[in-house]
């Protein structure tokens, strides 16, 4: 395999998929019938907002790796052209999530300050087209890394570290984001991130728990006790994983920021805190390293503690109340798993992948608690 800069080595690709998101087969599907559309309508509702989509209506697949908003490709063969189409799940939503203008609009704004973003095409709000709102965006090329690495495909130690350490440099820079300049002064609540935040995350839980679930009280309780003040306020991800993030195949560059549903004015570390939930390290325990879906476990990845004091060297932020934020980001994965099983258990949903998260909910409400005893709580 060719080495490019900084010791990253290339990824391997075909010529037909040289410069595209690359994707195992097990993460593009036909698309499932309860995830359907009127693929016809679409196009005709598209054709008349995004220059040059001539011709007939486009191929559609149907991305099945993410669990909360659906997302579609959209492959135009005669055009040469592909794009992405983001709509909500059919079945119970929680709150304001899956709030597709929202979505659109920050990514319109964040564009310009922060070039991650992918170039969002048009918003749809017109029920008469597929029931619900969605909007089309351009498809980012380059290379998504999942919980395996693409065949063929080696990253040695000095390569995973590279890219560990771009992973949290890249979400630092978007925490040195100017909301006001970028005009999002007015995408959050304000002050009190925190609170609202172990308050909301606390009650969906509570609406969503069914009977195979813990209650996490003792977790909610320590949470609402021991909350650290604001540390800032700035524009967060609310979702960032490596496989959100998109790379260049040549040397694994960032070249793309993928899933802004959940972006909002609101605490750094708490951002961090979410982040790390999801950041499996080669020395977890079996569960952790079951659930893992990016390959933060390779030789060389930073780990957890280490990215941490990164973070906080780049930013000037305190890790002092590092136990509260990883507690935090660990139960609002739960709730976010427990929210998707739920949907599953009252059969508003029959995809086979939330079968068995009712699982990865008990195993965090362990991992809350562990955490927690650390501390010296109980």
């Known amino acids: 395999m060719a080495v490019g800069p900084h010791g990253i080595p290339h990824a391997p690709s075909a010529p037909a998929t040289r410069g595209k998101v690359m994707m195992n087969d097990t993460h593009q599907s036909a698309v499932r019938a309860e995830d359907s559309f009127d693929v016809a309508r679409v196009h005709t509702w598209l054709a008349q907002r995004v220059d040059g989509l001539s011709g007939p209506p486009p191929e559609v697949v149907q991305f099945t790796g993410g669990a909360s908003n659906l997302t579609y490709l959209l492959r135009y063969p005669h055009l040469g052209r592909e794009l992405i189409l983001r709509r909500p799940p059919a079945g119970k939503k929680a709150g304001s999530a899956h709030d597709m203008a929202r979505e659109?609009?920050?990514?319109?704004?964040?564009?310009?300050?922060?070039?991650?973003?992918?170039?969002?095409?048009a918003l749809c709000q017109d029920p008469s087209v597929i029931d619900t709102d969605f909007y089309v965006m351009d498809k980012v090329p380059g290379l998504i890394l999942r919980g395996r690495l693409p065949d063929g495909m080696t990253l040695p130690p000095t390569a995973a570290r590279t890219l560990s350490e771009a992973f949290i440099d890249t979400l630092a820079d978007l925490h040195r984001v100017d909301p006001a300049a970028a005009g999002l002064a007015d995408l959050g609540k304000g002050d009190g991130y925190v609170r609202r935040q172990v308050e909301g995350w606390s009650r969906r839980y509570a609406q969503a728990r069914t009977w195979n679930t813990p209650s996490f009280r003792r977790v909610t309780a320590w949470l609402a006790d021991h909350q650290p003040d604001d540390s800032a306020l700035c524009v967060i991800h609310n979702d960032w994983r490596l496989d959100n993030l998109v790379l260049d195949e040549r040397d694994l560059r960032i070249t793309g920021v993928l899933d802004w549903e959940m972006a909002t004015l609101g605490d750094p570390l708490m951002d961090l805190g979410s982040a790390l939930a999801y950041w499996v390290q080669a020395d977890d325990d079996r569960m952790a390293r079951a659930t893992r879906r990016q390959p933060s476990h390779l030789p060389g990845m930073l780990t957890r503690t280490e990215i941490v004091e990164r973070y906080c060297d780049r930013t000037g932020l305190s890790a002092d109340n590092w136990p509260f934020y990883e507690t935090f980001g660990l139960f609002r994965l739960a709730v976010i798993a427990q929210q998707i099983y739920y949907r599953y258990h009252h059969k508003q949903t029959r995809n086979p992948a939330f079968r068995n998260l009712w699982l990865a909910v008990n195993y965090l409400d362990r991992r809350c608690r562990s955490a927690i005893r650390r501390t010296g709580g109980s």
Do not use: I, M, N, S
Not at 106 to 121: C, D, G, I
């Open 104 to 121: 659109y609009h920050v990514q319109e704004a964040l564009k310009p300050v922060f070039p991650y973003v992918p170039t969002v095409r």
